[in-house]
Every structure is written in C-alpha cells, then in structure tokens.
C-alpha cells in the first residue's frame, strides 16, 4: 500500500518570504500522480499543483511550485512570495495511475503566514 | 451551481436519529467519494463510486450506507452513530478512466456533531 508522509505538522512564514513544505511516499509503481491541496477555514480542498512521475520537469502554477525528485520519492511544495491568504492546511497527495479510484493523503501541514 | 455542493454544512445529531448527507457535482465527472476528516488524523476514504458502482469500501462500519443513484448525485445515510464517527465528511468528484488524472474536486464538507 501506498504511504504519504508530511513531517512538519506546523509551519510559519512572513509574508513576502519563501516557504517550503516537505512530502516523501513510498511506492514500488513507476507511473503515478502527485499532488499539493490547499484546505482554507473555509474548508473546502483546492488543487493547487499536480505532478505527473513521467515527466521530470517540476510542475510550476505561478507563485507555487514542486521539487520532484523520483528516486528519493520527494514531493516538496515551494510557495514563493507568501501572501496571507495562503494561511491554510496543506495536504500532499498520492494516486497510483489514471484510473483515479484511490486518492491516498499525508497527515497535512498547517502553514501560517505571519504580516 | 458550479463545482461540488454539499448539504448540509453543519449537522448535529442524537445517536440514535437518522439523518442524510448530500452530494451534488456539476462537472460531468464519472466518479464520486466519501472522505472523512477527524482531528489529527488524515483523511480517511471512505466510499468510491465509479460509474455509478461502488468500487471501494475501506471497512467502513455498516452504520454508515452511501448511496449513488446517478453520476451526480452521491448520498450518505447516517443512522445510530457514536460520539467519534463527530468529523468533516468531504466529498469529492474526479473524471476517471481517461489517459490523464488531474485530481479531484472537493466540496465544502459537512461538519457533523453526535451527541
């Protein structure tokens, strides 16, 4: 079975620096998807990157981006010019191929953007 | 209504009542889920309905029934819960099957109370 570990429960960032949240998992599969979900107060779970394990080129969507690394089955999320709407709980997530029936997460990271 | 809706947002509930909570998707997506997500804990899956079968159990106690009557409409049915089945129950919808998977869409999540 597929294991996704997130070792920093809390984290905290000034607004306007750089934080970076780490993810390892364990998996014999070679194809798979990696994830990073935002969890506001609101509640609600927002995508905020995927990663495909094929494709070595870390995944970027504006101030986020990844630090994939493969062989050491790291995932880490880099937030770059934090804002404090990006107070949340982050989640780092797993699925093992396409067929998309079994979405495993870490344990979370609950990041606070100070001012 | 975009996205995915759930009702209600909150629930409080006596533990020998009844009660249904209810999931919408206004995506065209194929399959559905039940999370839940207790303090400290990560979330656990709990139901996964894919093509309106359900492909996934994970050993959920009886006293939780989902049901699926179609791809967009996903139901759970609560009846003589105890004190610690009290969490958020997200929902999510994801397009499965395609070559690509890029991820799930979650709802707001029903914060439930037995009391």
């Known amino acids: 079975a597929q294991t996704v570990t997130q070792s920093q429960p809390e984290m905290s960032v000034q607004e306007a620096e750089t934080v970076t949240l780490s993810c390892t998992y364990d998996?014999?599969?070679?194809?798979?998807?990696l994830f990073w979900y935002k969890q506001p107060p609101s509640r609600q779970m927002i995508l905020v990157i995927r990663?495909?394990?094929?494709?070595?080129q870390n995944a970027t969507e504006n101030r986020f981006s990844v630090n994939f690394q493969k062989a050491a089955k790291s995932f880490s999320l880099k937030i770059s010019d934090s804002q404090l709407g990006d107070t949340a709980m982050y989640f780092c997530?797993?699925?093992?191929?396409?067929?998309?029936?079994?979405?495993?997460f870490g344990g979370g990271t609950r990041l606070m953007v100070k001012p | 209504e975009t996205g995915v809706t759930q009702t209600p947002r909150h629930l409080v509930m006596g533990m020998t009542n009844k009660k249904s909570l209810k999931c919408e998707q206004h995506?065209?997506?194929?399959?559905m889920y039940w999370y839940k997500q207790s303090a400290k804990k990560p979330l656990e899956l709990m139901f996964v309905?894919?093509?309106?079968?359900?492909?996934e159990n994970n050993s959920v106690p009886s006293r939780f029934s989902p049901e699926c009557p179609n791809s967009s409409h996903l139901f759970l049915h609560l009846h003589t819960l105890q004190p610690e089945d009290s969490a958020l129950y997200l929902c999510?919808?994801?397009?499965?099957?395609?070559?690509?998977?890029?991820?799930?869409?979650f709802g707001s999540g029903t914060r439930l109370t037995v009391v």
């Open positions: 309905y894919s093509l309106e079968e359900r492909v």
């Open positions: 998996t014999s599969e070679s194809n798979y998807y």
């Open positions: 999510a919808s994801s397009q499965v099957g395609q070559v690509d998977f890029y991820g799930y869409t």
């Open positions: 995506l065209g997506h194929n399959a």
């Open positions: 990663q495909e394990a094929y494709k070595q």
């Open positions: 997530a797993f699925m093992q191929d396409a067929a998309g029936n079994m979405l495993t």
